[in-house]
């Protein structure tokens, strides 16, 4: 997931925006990434894209390349879905105390 803000030059070509975001579906398929969703927000941030892909190398490189246009700046994380965070959290979901080990 990554939170965009336009910088100065992407809040001046606003009207823009669209036709950008489309050429950035097209160059993340092209590195094996799929834009899941792609939203415009009110607020502290300008945008939010949802994207997948065959490595986090993969969605990181085209999450770069999208910045290095100038348009915006993103702010990248990492995100679960629940049966992710199933498989993550020990004993369906509760975390279980650290057992000592005797020696």
């Known amino acids: 997931m990554s939170l965009l803000q336009f910088t100065e030059a992407g809040a001046r070509e606003i ?4 036709r950008r975001a489309a050429g950035f579906v097209e160059l993340a398929a092209a590195m094996g990434v799929m834009v899941e969703s792609q939203l ?4 502290a941030y300008d945008g939010v894209l ?4 065959r490595s986090e190398e993969a969605v990181l490189g085209a999450l770069s390349k999208l910045a290095a246009h100038g348009y915006v700046r993103t702010e ?6 629940a049966h992710e965070m199933l498989a993550i959290m020990p004993d369906n979901g509760r975390p279980q105390p650290q ?3 005797l020696k």
């Open 40 to 43: 415009w927000t009110t607020g």
């Open 50 to 53: 949802i994207v997948t892909g």
């Open 99 to 101: 057992r000592k080990t």
């Open 15 to 18: 009207d823009k925006s669209p």
């Open 76 to 81: 990248n994380m990492r995100a679960f879905t």
